[in-house]
């Protein structure tokens, strides 16, 4: 069983600053990519940023030089680090992974979800 659990979202303020994190844990034979998207009330899930094998990093065009994905491959995490926060960025934020268990092939696995909140 895999889990990916996320943490560091929050309230801040237009201009500021999170970084969200996301540890993948369970019967982990290889990782090929990690990222994050996020929904906002009323629209669709969206890509934020991903990072992986073959890809390098990838980023949405509305975070390109503001947000930083990072990876720590010996603990199976993922980083998202947001800087110049804006109101649109207000929405849930998940973590994404597609991985391979010691049981199945690559599949695309999500975390629960945590909540960034910016305000004006």
């Known amino acids: 069983q895999v889990q990916l659990v996320e943490s560091g979202g929050g309230l801040v303020q237009t201009g500021g600053s999170l970084n969200l994190s996301c540890a993948a844990s369970?019967?982990?034979?290889?990782?090929?990519?990690m990222g994050w998207y996020r929904q906002a009330p009323g629209k669709q899930r969206e890509l934020v940023a991903r990072i992986g094998n073959f890809i390098g990093t990838n980023y949405a065009e509305s975070v390109q030089g503001r947000f930083t994905i990072s990876r720590n491959n010996a603990k199976n995490t993922v980083y998202l680090q947001m800087n110049s926060l804006k109101p649109e960025d207000t929405a849930v934020y998940y973590c994404?992974?597609?991985?391979?268990?010691?049981?199945?092939?690559?599949?695309?696995?999500w975390g629960q979800g945590t909540q960034v909140t910016v305000s004006s």
């Open positions: 994404n992974a597609v991985l391979s268990t010691y049981r199945s092939a690559p599949s695309n696995y």
């Open positions: 369970g019967s982990i034979r290889s990782i090929n990519a």
